[in-house]
């Protein structure tokens, strides 16, 4: 078990770019969840995987932002024409739907900042 | 939209000492979970209470959990400065699905 990960760490990007960030959860788990954390305030959700299905987004996911779960193993989240609010932590977590608990466990997380 | 509030915002106390926070959450909930971050990395889970739980004890925490008050709180004993990290409640608001962070708090500890 090596925990989640995320890629990049950072990501410098100037307004109007694309960028696409990556999460591969703990192996056995079927729930991946992205969130987005700025500066003094705690993470916010975004979208959750049950397997591949994407089964809920937070209103915060504007058409700009899109996520994808296609083998029901790792995910990616990508933001079209960024803007300066974009600028944030992108946080991606696991979890196992079944076991006896809802733990998420949380990578290290994607720093964001769009010039 | 955030669904708890840390209280107090910020803590700073001497190694050794205990170190109390608190977290308001505003709806039913299946359970409660305490997490810590360090400055500008993810975050680290600490310890789940459920709803029909009134304490919880792991290592040097220990958990409270009061469904009637919708509040938790966090005690860390014998603090140390390892311990420098904010503190996120996160809750379920009984959908078993995604997680309701509040706004944290900053625990200082000085050695």
């Known amino acids: 078990d090596t925990g989640v990960s995320q890629n990049p760490r950072h990501k410098i990007t100037k307004r109007g770019q694309n960028v696409t960030f990556r999460c591969d959860p703990i192996s056995e788990h079927n729930r991946l969840y992205w969130y987005r954390q700025t500066l003094g305030q705690g993470p916010e959700f975004l979208t959750y995987f049950q397997n591949e299905a994407q089964l809920e987004k937070s209103r915060l996911l504007s058409d700009r932002f899109s996520a994808e779960r296609p083998k029901g193993s790792f995910s990616t989240l990508e933001i079209q024409r960024t803007e300066q609010g974009d600028s944030a932590m992108y946080l991606c977590?696991?979890?196992?739907?079944?076991?006896?608990?809802?733990?998420?466990?949380f990578g290290p997380g994607t720093r964001l900042t769009v010039l | 939209s955030q669904q708890g509030e840390e209280d107090p915002q910020a803590l700073s106390i001497q190694e050794g000492e205990n170190a109390t926070m608190n977290c308001s959450y505003k709806?039913?909930?299946?359970?409660l979970q305490w997490y810590r971050q360090n400055s500008g990395r993810g975050l680290v889970h600490l310890i789940l209470?459920?709803?029909?739980?009134r304490e919880k004890h792991s290592g040097r925490l220990r958990v409270t959990l009061d469904t009637s008050k919708k509040s938790s709180s966090l005690l860390i004993t014998a603090s140390r400065a390892a311990d420098t990290a904010s503190y996120f409640c996160?809750?379920?608001?009984?959908?078993?699905?995604?997680?309701?962070f509040g706004t944290g708090t900053s625990l200082t500890v000085i050695p």
């Open positions: 977590a696991s979890s196992f739907r079944g076991g006896s608990t809802d733990t998420q466990y």
């Open positions: 709806t039913s909930i299946n359970n």
């Open positions: 996160a809750t379920d608001r009984g959908t078993g699905n995604q997680f309701y």
């Open positions: 209470i459920r709803s029909n739980e």
